[in-house]
């Protein structure tokens, strides 16, 4: 099973209840000895801290097409967090619960994987891609809580 580790950068900005969201995330892939990296950029606006957190998730696992084992690096505490929690939750009515809709589609992507979250307020491609998040040209799409609304950003 191959490993791929998911750095996950956010930044958000506004109301605790609704404020806009943009993310960095980087997955990368050791081949022969050397990493290879993919970059991919989104946000939303009228949004919330914890929803923009589940919905960089979800982008980046949708990026991954096979069976691997990831380790996803974000700075945010929740999804630490709800990545301990969630089989709890699925035992319970997981669609009631805040967030509800996106902690489905999470719980469905990570069940082909294996997958760890760690809390990591910087990593080693924070710097980066907060540098390019600033210069990546994409238009921010509201957040109707509906996680099929990610759009693919061209340049990322």
């Not at 949004?47 to 096979?66: G, P, Q, S």
């Not at 945010?76 to 089989?87: E, F, G, H, I």
Request: glycine share 4%; aromatic share 8%.
């Amino acid at each position: 099973m191959k490993s791929i580790d998911i750095y996950i950068d956010l930044d958000y900005k506004g109301r605790f209840d609704s404020g806009e969201g943009r993310y960095s995330i980087v997955l990368e892939m050791v081949v022969n000895n050397k990493p290879k990296t993919r970059e991919h950029f989104g946000g939303f606006k009228e949004t919330t801290n914890n929803r923009i957190a589940l919905l960089a998730c979800i982008d980046a696992l949708k990026k991954v097409i096979e069976p691997c084992k990831i380790k996803i690096h974000i700075n945010s505490p929740y999804m630490a967090r709800t990545n301990k929690q969630l089989k709890t939750w699925l035992q319970q009515s997981i669609d009631k619960r805040k967030n509800g809709d996106l902690l489905r589609k999470y719980a469905d992507l990570i069940a082909q994987h294996e997958v760890e979250v760690m809390h990591e307020k910087t990593n080693t491609y924070t710097r980066v891609m907060d540098i390019q998040r600033q210069y990546a040209k994409y238009e921010l799409v509201t957040d109707f809580k509906a996680e099929d609304e990610i759009k693919e950003n061209e340049d990322g």
